[in-house]
């Protein structure tokens, strides 16, 4: 009786090992497979660097369309202690023109802190029109406690941008880095 019991722990034991490990494993996967569906579904996917040489490329090699006007709106989403706002809400461009926009973000944190800012945009498909020469959301921002900034996006929207786009939507969502 007492070597089933024994037989039967082992073999209970073993289980548990192995759903131990299957769980690890799984945990351990979640992060390619995470990256993998945000890539393909275009959400959630950290700022890289535009390519200047594309941004570029359009301003030297196209034509500014005045024939349209679109208009791009401008979001600001703060995650934690911080403020985070563009300076305008709105403007009216023509694809190929070269625009500015200055957004402004507060640590009202007592402490120094370094955020981070992850860009989306509406509709998605003219995440691949937007353009942009220069960004705070290409690299962690460093914050004394309380300091106020203002940072500048540079951009241009490709003329390629289909017809049926009239409206286009940045929005930045500001978080700590913590770590």
């Keep these: ?31 390619p497979i995470y990256k993998a569906v945000c890539e ?14 594309r941004a570029q490329e359009i301003l030297k090699n196209s034509q500014v369309d005045k024939t349209r006007t679109i208009k791009v709106v401008f979001d600001a989403n703060d995650r934690g202690n911080w403020r985070f706002k563009p300076e305008v809400h709105s403007m009216q461009l023509h694809p190929g023109e070269l625009a500015t926009v200055k957004y402004e973000i ?14 989306s945009y509406l509709p998605t498909k ?16 460093q914050f004394k406690a309380g300091e106020k ?9 490709d003329p390629e941008l ?10 930045y969502t500001f978080f700590e880095i913590t770590g």
Excluded: W
Aim: proline share 3%; hydrophobic share 50%.
């Design 106 to 119: 507060v640590n009202a944190m007592q402490h120094p802190a370094a955020g981070q800012a992850i860009p």
């Design 162 to 171: 289909g017809h049926d786009v009239n409206t286009v939507t940045l929005s």
């Design 40 to 53: 393909i579904t275009g959400i959630n996917v950290l700022t890289k660097q535009d390519k200047k040489s």
């Design 1 to 31: 009786m007492q070597h089933k019991h024994q037989q039967f722990n082992r073999h209970m034991l073993l289980r548990l090992g192995v759903i131990v490990l299957a769980m690890f494993a799984f945990g351990y996967a979640l992060v």
């Design 126 to 141: 003219a995440a691949a029109y937007f353009n942009k020469l220069e960004c705070f959301c290409f690299a962690q921002q």
């Design 149 to 157: 900034r203002v940072f500048p996006v540079v951009f241009v929207l």
